[in-house]
C-alpha cells in the first residue's frame, strides 16, 4: 500500500506558473512509475506526466515544453513544475503510483487530488 498526499494547487493567472508536490508514503526509489494525472468534471482522467524509476519521463501533447516533472527519491517526493498556465490546464490534478506484476495486472494507488484554476 502506497499513500500519497498532494499539495501546491490553487488559483493562478493565465501565464503563470505552479509546482505540485506529491509526498509518498513508501520509498519511492521502489516503485516502478510515478505519475501526474488529471480529471475535469463529465471527462476521463489523463495522464498529465509520468516518470519511470530508471529516469525516463513521458508527457501529454498538450502539456509538452511547458511542463517537467520530477522525483526526489532521497525524500519520496515527486514534483510537477507547470509553467505558461492555460485556462484549459484547469483540473483536479491527482498523484499516482504504479507497481508493475509481471504477468498481472498493475497496481495503481491515488491521492486526493489538488485543485488547480487557471483563469484571470
Known amino acids: 500500500q502506497v499513500q500519497l498526499v498532494e499539495s501546491g494547487g490553487g488559483l493562478v493567472q493565465p501565464g503563470g506558473s505552479l509546482r505540485l508536490s506529491c509526498a509518498a508514503s513508501?520509498?519511492?526509489?521502489?516503485?516502478?512509475?510515478m505519475g501526474w494525472y488529471r480529471q475535469t468534471p463529465g471527462k476521463q482522467r489523463e495522464l498529465v506526466a509520468h516518470?519511470?524509476?530508471?529516469?525516463?519521463?513521458n508527457y501529454a501533447d498538450s502539456v509538452k515544453g511547458r511542463f517537467i516533472i520530477s522525483r526526489d527519491n532521497a525524500n519520496d517526493m515527486v514534483y510537477l513544475q507547470m509553467n505558461s498556465l492555460k485556462p484549459g490546464d484547469t483540473a483536479v490534478y491527482y498523484c499516482?503510483?504504479?507497481?508493475?506484476?509481471?504477468?498481472?495486472?498493475?497496481?495503481?494507488?491515488w491521492g486526493q487530488g489538488t485543485l488547480v484554476t487557471v483563469s484571470s
Open positions: 513508501a520509498p519511492i526509489s521502489s516503485i516502478d512509475v
Open positions: 516518470i519511470m524509476r530508471g529516469g525516463i519521463e
Open positions: 499516482n503510483a504504479r507497481r508493475l506484476r509481471p504477468g498481472q495486472a498493475y497496481l495503481d494507488f
